[in-house]
Nanobody
Framework: QVQLVESGGGLVQPGGSLRLSCAAS????????MGWYRQAPGKQRELVAR???????NSADSVKGRSTISRDFAKNTVYLQMNSLIPEDTAVYYC????????????WGQGTQVTVSS
């Protein structure tokens, strides 16, 4: 049973920063890629940032220059550092992992709320 547990969300003022963590229940080298998605009320879930097992990263245009995805193999954890937060970043953030041929096995965390407000 694969589990992804997010932490680090909360209330942040505009311009602030936070770091989200996603701890996996098994070695993260098992996954072809891991990433962060977010879903705001009334909107579809969207990719925020993603990192492949080879270390290739990509991120949404809306967070480019403000976000960094990283990982710690020893802790089986993936991080999302977000800076210069704006109210539009308010959403539930979900950790995602994929493995298997053609990424057929997809796993999600339970989500962590990020609210950017003064």
């Amino acid at each position: 049973q694969v589990q992804l547990v997010e932490s680090g969300g909360g209330l942040v003022q505009p311009g602030g920063s936070l770091r989200l963590s996603c701890a996996a229940s098994l070695s993260i080298v098992s996954f072809n890629a891991m990433g962060w998605y977010r879903q705001a009320p009334g909107k579809q879930r969207e990719l925020v940032a993603r990192i492949t097992i080879g270390g290739i990263t990509n991120s949404a245009d809306s967070v480019k220059g403000r976000s960094t995805i990283s990982r710690d193999f020893a802790k089986n954890t993936v991080y999302l550092q977000m800076n210069s937060l704006i109210p539009e970043d308010t959403a539930v953030y979900y950790c995602n992992a994929v493995r298997g041929p053609t990424n057929k096995d997809v796993y999600w965390g339970q989500g962590t709320q990020v609210t950017v407000s003064s």
